[in-house]
């Protein structure tokens, strides 16, 4: 009779532990999901990254553009009407400074200020260009951005359209002290706009991915699925999907279908859709 017991038991454990197990392996837990709160600081991070670019991009069609002027003329030129730019030449190296001054406001509705720094070699026989730049002083709205990046630039890529490779290593410091670090490589075509000299036409088209560590300690890992298309006569991004992961939590951001609004639909492991505002770090 022991032994029997003892067997039943045995088998109840067993049993018991296989029942566990595989509820557990049908059962999502939500209660560590990316929260719509990370999200949105998520896409703040990116945001003030990409607005910085768009100017970048801006600044190098203008100096395309204008190879024809003298380098004394350029120093005259301005990409907003907001911003002065500034060249120093130094043998074969570049040096140029964009002063947004107390305040500049893009089409988007973001204010920049202070200066970002860009330095490349001169050589008119390269078909690529290597740039690195650095914040001097340097706000998106009141939110302090620090670093160096470098971006590799080529004229035409294979659609024909200018087309940046960019290396991240970019630190944002928001007004209460929480502060977010930014390192990864995205491509970003100019899709649009390039010939016009009107910044608000300008459309991008951004793959890529990276990850973003957040003050405490939280680190979050972005890959493009599907392109994001950036039009700066918009505050938001209008389309495309990125994946979101923190540990082994995934999640999945969709910024629509083309439409300029502040919405995006965040789904989480479980396949829980719900939608977004993008107003800013809640995080």
Excluded: H
């Excluded at 190296?93 to 200066?115: A, M, Q």
């Amino acid at each position: 009779m022991r032994i029997l017991n003892l067997k039943l038991l045995v088998l109840f454990i067993v049993g018991n532990f296989i029942f566990t197990s595989c509820s557990n392996s049908d059962t999502v837990d939500l209660s560590e999901s990316i929260s719509a709160d990370e999200t949105i600081a998520l896409v703040e991070v990116d945001d003030i990254s990409d607005e910085v670019n768009n100017v970048i991009d801006d600044y190098f069609a203008a100096d395309e553009q204008l190879l024809s002027k003298s380098e004394e003329e350029n120093k005259t030129d301005v990409l907003l009407t907001c911003v002065t730019k500034t060249i120093v030449v130094t043998g074969t190296l570049k040096v140029v400074t964009l002063d947004f001054g107390d305040g500049c406001e893009l089409p988007s509705g973001n204010v920049l200020s202070g200066k970002i720094i860009m330095s490349y070699s001169i050589d008119p026989n390269l078909l690529t260009l290597t740039i690195t730049y650095m914040y001097e002083n340097f706000y998106f709205n009141d939110i302090r951005v620090e670093g160096e990046n470098i971006i590799v630039r080529i004229r035409e890529n294979e659609n024909g359209n200018p087309q940046s490779t960019l290396t991240y290593n970019t630190t944002l410091i928001w007004s209460d002290g929480v502060y977010a670090s930014k390192k990864g490589t995205i491509v970003r075509e100019w899709a649009e706009g390039y010939d016009t000299r009107i910044f608000g036409d300008n459309v991008f088209l951004i793959t890529g991915n990276w990850t973003v560590t957040f003050s405490d300690g939280t680190i979050f890992f972005s890959n493009i699925i599907e392109p994001l298309r950036r039009e700066m006569a918009c505050r938001y991004i209008v389309s495309g999907v990125v994946e979101l992961q923190k540990l082994d939590i995934k999640g999945m951001l969709d910024f629509g279908d083309g439409t300029c609004d502040d919405k995006a639909i965040l789904t989480n492991e479980a396949g829980e859709a719900s939608e977004i505002t993008l107003t800013g770090r809640m995080y």
